[in-house]
């Protein structure tokens, strides 16, 4: 073979590898393109995590489990993603995403307006509202005895004490002379006969032991008589409308009652804010726990927070001494928390919309949380 056929050669095949290589290249570009993989599988990523029963709780061994963990671990293995958890509370969180040393929050962190502004959010993975943790109303003899001595009880039958005592004065007055017999002798004594006719007349027990016999007297007996009627229908509706209050509620039986108490709850919070929108008066706490393990003693009228953490920790935790109160208010969707303009988003996204279609992803949130 001669020169010329070597360098001839020589560039032709320098041409050929240069063009594998180049294929080679352009498809594990398409490949990462076609995954929506933008984090190499080799990079371990920063995750934050937020102890909040029942999305995520640490156990005992050290492993985090909880609706938010089990959801996150779902997602990176379907992107095969590498991470490492980081504990934090929900300032840390925040101040994590914002400064770029975690790369993601994996908690029960609502999205607000507010904290968009500096970070970014995954789709929402779950939908809920505030909702306010009051003590147990008490049922039963007890409940009946702190109704039988409630403002309204004793202001209800005190009125109608003074409604008696004003027509038997006037019965007195009238029948005294002429009707000595049933309503003479010493002013208290007149007084109160006049006083017993007047409720007996008014409850129609009507004994007959005594009765008006002036014309002035019968015509004030016809009117009571009448008028009983009215005051008597609404004496038994006051009283079992506040015997029935007294009995299914307490200070406390909607967002529109928490302006009567101090509320508990945790700085920095949705809960917080709505709080401070409406001008009601707030004590803080470390924690939620610590928030509802004060309501017993009274140190606190309320709790609000986020309603299935906050029924979460009642049914687990706070036994008979507390409950929930029914619906919530206020709606709150929890996401993951990226870093502001994160190429993790997107990727992330997809997997997790994937997830949460999967019938076994409504199972798992059902072991937690309950129908």
Same mark, same amino acid.
């Given at each position: 073979?001669?020169?010329?056929?070597?360098?001839?050669? $020589?560039?032709? $095949?320098?041409?050929?590898?240069?063009?594998?290589?180049?294929?080679?290249?352009?498809?594990?570009?398409?490949?990462?393109?076609?995954?929506?993989?933008?984090?190499?599988?080799? &990079?371990?990523?920063?995750?934050?995590?937020?102890?909040?029963?029942?999305?995520?709780?640490? +156990?005992?061994?050290?492993?985090? *489990?909880?609706?938010?963990?089990?959801?996150?671990?779902? $997602?990176?293995?379907?992107?095969?993603?590498?991470?490492?958890?980081?504990?934090?509370?929900?300032?840390?969180?925040?101040?994590?995403?914002?400064?770029? &040393?975690?790369?993601?929050?994996?908690?029960?962190? =609502?999205?607000?307006?507010?904290?968009?502004?500096?970070?970014?959010?995954?789709?929402?993975?779950?939908?809920?509202?505030?909702?306010?943790?009051?003590?147990?109303?008490?049922?039963?003899?007890?409940?009946?005895?702190?109704?039988? !001595?409630?403002?309204?009880? %004793?202001?209800?039958?005190? %009125?109608?004490?003074?409604?008696?005592? =004003?027509?038997? %004065?006037?019965?007195?007055?009238?029948?005294?002379?002429?009707?000595?017999? @049933?309503?003479?002798?010493?002013?208290?004594?007149?007084?109160?006969?006049?006083?017993?006719?007047?409720?007996?007349?008014?409850?129609?027990? /009507?004994?007959?032991?005594?009765?008006?016999?002036?014309?002035?007297?019968?015509?004030?007996?016809?009117?009571?008589? !009448?008028?009983?009627?009215?005051?008597?229908?609404?004496? =038994?509706? =006051?009283?079992?409308?506040?015997?029935?209050? @007294? +009995?299914?509620?307490?200070?406390?039986?909607?967002?529109?009652?928490?302006?009567?108490?101090?509320?508990?709850?945790?700085?920095?919070?949705?809960? &917080?804010?709505?709080?401070?929108?409406?001008?009601?008066?707030?004590?803080?706490?470390?924690?939620?726990?610590?928030?509802?393990?004060?309501?017993?003693? +009274?140190? $606190? /009228?309320?709790?609000?927070?986020?309603?299935?953490?906050?029924?979460?920790?009642?049914?687990?935790?706070?036994?008979?001494?507390?409950?929930?109160?029914? /619906?919530?208010?206020?709606?709150?969707?929890?996401? !993951?928390?990226?870093?502001?303009?994160?190429?993790?988003?997107?990727?992330?996204?997809?997997?997790?919309?994937? *997830?949460?279609?999967?019938?076994?992803?409504?199972?798992?949130?059902?072991?937690?949380?309950?129908?």
């Amino acid at each position: 073979m001669t020169l010329t056929y070597y360098l001839k050669t $020589i560039p032709r $095949i320098f041409t050929c590898h240069l063009r594998g290589k180049m294929r080679l290249i352009f498809s594990g570009l398409l490949l990462c393109i076609i995954t929506g993989q933008s984090y190499a599988a080799t &990079e371990t990523l920063q995750v934050g995590v937020r102890e909040i029963p029942p999305f995520v709780m640490k +156990q005992p061994d050290g492993r985090y *489990t909880g609706v938010s963990i089990e959801l996150w671990q779902r $997602i990176a293995s379907q992107m095969n993603l590498n991470y490492e958890y980081h504990s934090k509370d929900l300032a840390g969180l925040l101040e994590g995403l914002k400064s770029g &040393e975690l790369d993601v929050a994996v908690a029960a962190l =609502t999205v607000t307006a507010e904290r968009e502004q500096y970070l970014d959010f995954s789709h929402p993975f779950h939908s809920s509202g505030l909702s306010i943790a009051v003590p147990r109303t008490p049922s039963g003899a007890w409940a009946t005895l702190r109704a039988a !001595f409630s403002l309204e009880f %004793v202001s209800a039958l005190a %009125v109608l004490v003074l409604l008696l005592m =004003t027509v038997g %004065v006037i019965i007195w007055l009238l029948e005294r002379r002429a009707n000595p017999g @049933q309503f003479g002798g010493k002013p208290h004594e007149g007084v109160g006969s006049g006083f017993w006719w007047s409720a007996v007349t008014m409850t129609t027990v /009507g004994y007959g032991d005594k009765a008006p016999v002036t014309a002035a007297g019968r015509f004030v007996a016809i009117l009571w008589m !009448f008028f009983s009627v009215i005051t008597i229908s609404g004496f =038994t509706a =006051t009283i079992a409308s506040v015997f029935t209050v @007294q +009995q299914l509620s307490g200070p406390v039986s909607g967002p529109n009652d928490l302006n009567r108490v101090i509320v508990g709850t945790l700085r920095g919070s949705t809960s &917080e804010k709505y709080l401070l929108d409406n001008g009601i008066r707030a004590q803080y706490y470390e924690s939620i726990n610590s928030a509802l393990k004060a309501l017993p003693k +009274q140190q $606190i /009228g309320a709790v609000v927070y986020d309603e299935p953490i906050m029924r979460y920790l009642v049914n687990t935790a706070a036994g008979d001494s507390l409950e929930v109160l029914p /619906g919530s208010f206020v709606r709150q969707d929890y996401a !993951f928390g990226l870093p502001s303009s994160s190429k993790l988003r997107e990727p992330l996204n997809r997997a997790l919309l994937e *997830t949460l279609s999967d019938p076994a992803w409504s199972e798992t949130l059902e072991s937690y949380l309950g129908k």
